[in-house]
């Protein structure tokens, strides 16, 4: 991750209306596009943490638009939970921290977009599931978000990233960059973008199902990983979905699958195990339990497609890795040369995986 000195990061701080002393800010988390820290002040000498981001500005152009998105759901979600009278509501819904300028948004003297949410304490995140409980409580968290979402007053969100699960555009990107080899990296991928190309013909059933009107738009989160779920210590449960920079509008299957891609992978996504990627066939049995115990709103044509969903995702995240590698390294954030290609080798295994067991999945999705 880019160094922040320790002058940066208080500045960051000092930009968010927050009561009490700045103590420290340190990097926190797994994600591969923004910038965490954990940010502790003393409250009259209680130590109260809160996550301080900076937003990759290549990524989102508009850091306002998207913490308005954030807003609004964020907002949705709280007052559901006070009418429930549920005495947990903050932990339950992410709550942003308003800037000192107005509005969510910080301007770093840099230019930088820094957002502040409160840290929900008590709880972690897993990045490889490591059973069908964990499984269950993310799905059914996600798709309580996402019923959630049904009702959001204020019409369409905004799009924070255009044609983000549009898989025939990013095939065209993936086209473009096997095109330049802009690194000299094509040949040591052979394998993978012949794969990739194999794989083309079925990549746009989703956009034509929702084109033609078969298959509805919703309000969805985009980037359901599963270390995009926040689980309570003490009982495990799927208490706060995080990460809501790409709420737009978009299809369920978009939310279901990203979880198949990232919860049955039996190995982490950059693994160098890649050879022995599979779809581990008991969590995705676990998550369809949870998606569909957490909300009862998908129309049979979604339920037909969740298994193809989850391979589709698969590949599509496949197809954005290998991109990113031909590319050289421009949107994910990498550690060593091969990065991006190792976790398109774990995606690609899992597309196989998934799709050698498509039957025996869908039937038990059927089933429910
Ligand atoms: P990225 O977009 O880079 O993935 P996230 O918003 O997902 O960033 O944050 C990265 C990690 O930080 C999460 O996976 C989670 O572990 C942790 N995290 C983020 N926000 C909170 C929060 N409000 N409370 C507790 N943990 C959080
Ligand atoms: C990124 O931000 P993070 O790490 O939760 C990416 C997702 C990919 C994922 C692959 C905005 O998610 O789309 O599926 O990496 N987010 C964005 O691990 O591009
Ligand atoms: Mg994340």
């Not at 103590?23 to 965490?36: L, R, S, V």
């Not at 230019?111 to 304490?121: N, Q």
């Not at 995009?228 to 979905?241: H, K, R, S």
Request: charged share 25%; net charge negative; with cysteine.
């Amino acid at each position: 991750m880019t160094e922040r000195t320790a002058e940066e990061l208080r500045a960051a701080a000092a930009g968010f209306d927050i009561p009490g002393d700045f103590i420290d800010a340190i990097p926190y988390g797994t994600g591969h596009i923004n910038e965490t820290y954990l940010a502790t002040f003393s409250q009259a000498g209680t130590m109260v943490r809160y996550t301080i981001q900076r937003l990759n500005s290549s990524i989102f152009k508009d850091p306002r638009a998207l913490m308005e998105n954030v807003l609004r759901v964020t907002s949705h979600s709280r007052r559901r939970l006070i009418e429930a009278h549920d005495p947990d509501a903050s932990r339950k819904a992410l709550t942003p921290v308003a800037a000192k300028d107005g509005g969510y948004v910080h301007f770093a003297a840099d230019g930088g977009a820094w957002r502040s949410y409160l840290f929900v304490e008590r709880t972690h995140t897993v990045d490889v599931v490591d059973g069908e409980a964990a499984a269950f409580e993310a799905a059914r968290a996600f798709a309580r978000f996402q019923a959630l979402l049904a009702d959001i007053p204020g019409g369409r969100l905004y799009e924070t990233i255009p044609n983000f699960h549009n898989t025939p555009t990013r095939y065209e990107a993936f086209h473009a960059a096997v095109k330049a080899d802009a690194v000299g990296r094509a040949a040591s991928a052979a394998p993978e973008i012949e794969f990739a190309l194999s794989m083309e013909k079925d990549a746009g059933r989703i956009v034509s199902l929702m084109q033609s009107g078969e298959m509805p738009e919703r309000a969805t989160h985009n980037d359901t990983k599963i270390n995009n779920v926040l689980l309570d210590d003490a009982t495990g449960e799927g208490i706060c979905v995080i990460d809501l920079d790409t709420l737009m509008p978009g299809s369920a299957l978009y939310d279901f699958g990203d979880m198949v891609r990232s919860a049955t992978l039996n190995m982490a996504e950059d693994s160098k195990d890649w050879r022995n990627a599979i779809c581990r066939p008991e969590i995705f049995k676990a998550l369809a339990r949870g998606f569909l115990s957490g909300g009862d709103f998908l129309t049979p044509c979604e339920k037909a497609n969740m298994t193809f969903g989850g391979a589709l995702m698969t590949l599509e995240c496949g197809v954005r890795f290998l991109a990113d590698y031909l590319d050289g390294d421009h949107y994910f954030r990498t550690a060593r040369p091969e990065h991006n290609l190792d976790r398109c080798r774990t995606q690609f295994a899992l597309v196989r995986s998934i799709l050698a067991q498509h039957d025996d999945l869908q039937g038990f999705v059927e089933s429910l």
